[in-house]
């Protein structure tokens, strides 16, 4: 298949990653952050900026199920999901958090990641507030540049080659190719394909 955009560290496809994650290899990592399937986006926005049908009850067909999650999973060593509260995923004793120092009483105060790391659970500390106000993709869900990289980082050294199925914007890309790896990217939604793909546009270069 070919690629949407490739460069020397970033690849992104265009499709479903039920149907490309097949055709590729082994990485090292897959951070990813799938559509969670939560009904309570009112303002028709959702993850993947899909929007609330409330006919149908929303966007919940774009969550994947355990098996496309197991499969996921097995494309690499180690494994970061974010989203672990709202998906089906195996049991497990180790898990990230990202505290939000949310201000806001209806909203959450922290997200939860499933993971298979060898750590204990660890908390990663960043203002939502802050986050809103430097995203740089303009996905509703967008994750913090520098909460990928806190992941990357996690993962150890050894980590080269990283799998995002569920792309988004492309921060989990621009968050590798800022520290020297490898990613893979894939997202349905062709007008995220393209903002992840003029972010990692812009090169990096030694201070």
């Known amino acids: 298949m070919k690629p949407y955009y490739q460069d020397n560290a970033v690849t992104i496809y265009h499709g479903y990653c039920r149907e490309i994650v097949p055709t ?14 939560i009904k309570r986006f009112q303002n028709g926005i959702g993850k993947g900026d899909r929007m609330i049908n409330k006919a149908d009850g ?6 994947p199920d355990a098996a496309e999650l197991a499969r996921i999973i097995k494309t690499a060593n180690l494994s970061i999901i974010w989203g672990m ?6 049991l497990t004793e180790h898990f990230l ?12 105060s922290a997200e939860l990641a499933w993971c298979n790391l060898p750590n204990p659970a660890k908390v990663f500390q960043f203002a939502i507030h ?8 303009g996905h509703p869900t967008e994750k913090p540049i ?25 921060t989990t890309g621009r968050a590798a190719k800022d520290l020297g790896r490898k990613c893979v990217m894939i997202e349905r939604e062709e007008k995220y394909c393209e903002i992840a793909a003029n972010r990692c546009r812009q090169e990096v270069f030694d201070l």
């Open 24 to 37: 590729l290899g082994q990485f090292d990592l897959v951070l990813t952050d799938p559509p969670y399937g």
């Open 58 to 63: 929303g966007f919940n067909n774009d969550k």
């Open 85 to 90: 509260n709202n998906l089906p995923l195996p």
């Open 97 to 108: 958090v990202w505290d939000k120092k949310q201000t806001v009483d209806n909203f959450a």
């Open 130 to 137: 802050k986050h809103n106000h430097a995203k740089e993709g």
């Open 146 to 170: 520098s909460l990928m990289k806190w992941c990357i980082c996690l993962a150890g050294e050894s980590v080269k080659t990283i799998l995002d199925p569920y792309a988004g914007s492309g």
